[in-house]
């Protein structure tokens, strides 16, 4: 398992009328932590897509707790807890400076050959950085 986390402040343009997350802005907060995992790895989606490798998302699911609100200091923690194969999938939970969860997701995206637009494993290098957090 293989977990890490990322902060992100909570921007106006993010919140409602009445001054709280907006519930679509949610998947976007798990795209920065999903992408900032990928870099931990030295693998950014960049280097993925200049190899022809695309991560189109399959599924997205979210459960809401407690609504965030404008300027809170949110930390995102992804966290991979199967070895990848021909999909991946991260889980989610996003936390406030109090460290309630305010919710938690998932979100399982598959390896896809740019050319062929089929599914292919997951890359050797990939799999060779994140083995050693499963054994």
Do not use: H
């Not at 030295?42 to 991560?55: F, S, V, W």
């Not at 809170?72 to 889980?91: C, G, H, N």
């Not at 969860?101 to 598959?110: H, M």
């Amino acid at each position: 398992m293989y977990t890490s986390e990322t902060k992100v402040r909570v921007r106006y343009g993010e919140t409602d009328k009445m001054g709280y997350v907006y519930y679509g802005i949610y998947p976007l907060y798990y795209e920065i932590g999903r992408t900032e995992l990928m870099r931990n790895f030295e693998l950014p989606y960049k280097k993925l897509e200049d190899e022809g490798i695309m991560l189109p998302v399959k599924s997205l699911d979210i459960k809401y707790y407690k609504a965030a609100q404008y300027d809170d200091l949110l930390t995102i923690k992804t966290t991979i807890k199967e070895l990848p194969l021909a999909r991946i999938t991260f889980y989610y939970e996003i936390f406030n400076e109090n460290k309630e969860l305010l919710n938690e997701g998932t979100t399982t995206l598959v390896f896809v050959d740019e050319k062929t637009r089929r599914p292919r494993k997951a890359p050797q290098e990939m799999i060779i950085k994140i083995k050693p957090y499963f054994e």
